[in-house]
């Protein structure tokens, strides 16, 4: 039997209840139904305020050190923010600034974000993309943007975005794949 794939989700939302979360959740969940996970969500509200103040990675609470560490060593990243200013979430980004330059260097990431409309989906390709590109990680080809209107409350509510969903874990996996049979110095030049 193989291991279960390390999938650590990363939400940039500093709202509980939260549409970013509620969209990692529902990826992450899509990512479950086609292969075996151990899942582990990392959302801002709860860790940001540990994240105030720190200046380097060890002045990190002990608590927040697990996070990155799970972040460092997962075999597939799931990450998401709202869309902020035509960007990320500034503790979103503060706490990748913790994580180690090279710990992510093939490591497969699934791109997602939420704004109130469609206006801001190019966020991911923008402002996410070259972040995760920074690390040297294989950011995933398909990224999952929702706007307020494929939702109710905060479940995803429209048939298209489930679709997408699914599409985006069934075209995830093979690549997740694919970076697990090789060393990751073969996956970057």
Do not use: C, N, W
Not at 15 to 41: D, G, N
Not at 60 to 70: I, M, N, R
Not at 145 to 161: C, H, M, N, P, Q
């Amino acid at each position: 039997m193989t291991a279960p794939l390390r999938v650590v989700a990363v939400s940039g939302s500093l709202h509980e209840p939260s549409k970013t979360t509620a969209l990692l959740r529902a990826i992450t969940a899509a990512v479950a139904e086609r292969a075996p996970v151990e899942a582990q969500l990392i959302e801002l509200t709860q860790i940001g305020p540990s994240l105030a103040g720190a200046l380097t990675r060890d002045q990190l609470p002990p608590e927040v050190e697990v996070h990155l560490q799970a972040i460092e060593t997962a075999d597939l990243l799931i990450v998401g923010s709202p869309v902020y200013r035509a960007s990320f979430t500034g503790l979103f980004k503060h706490l990748f600034d913790f994580v180690d330059q090279y710990a992510l260097v093939g490591t497969p990431v699934l791109l997602a974000a939420t704004g109130g409309g469609e206006r801001h989906a190019l966020m991911i390709e923008h402002q996410l993309r070259p972040l995760f590109a920074f690390f040297q990680a294989l950011t995933l080809p398909l990224g999952v943007y929702a706007s307020t209107t494929d939702f109710d409350g905060y479940e995803v509510a429209t048939d298209v975005l489930r679709a997408r969903i699914a599409l985006a874990a069934e075209r995830a996996l093979p690549l997740v794949g694919y970076t697990l049979s090789r060393p990751a110095e073969l996956l970057v030049g």
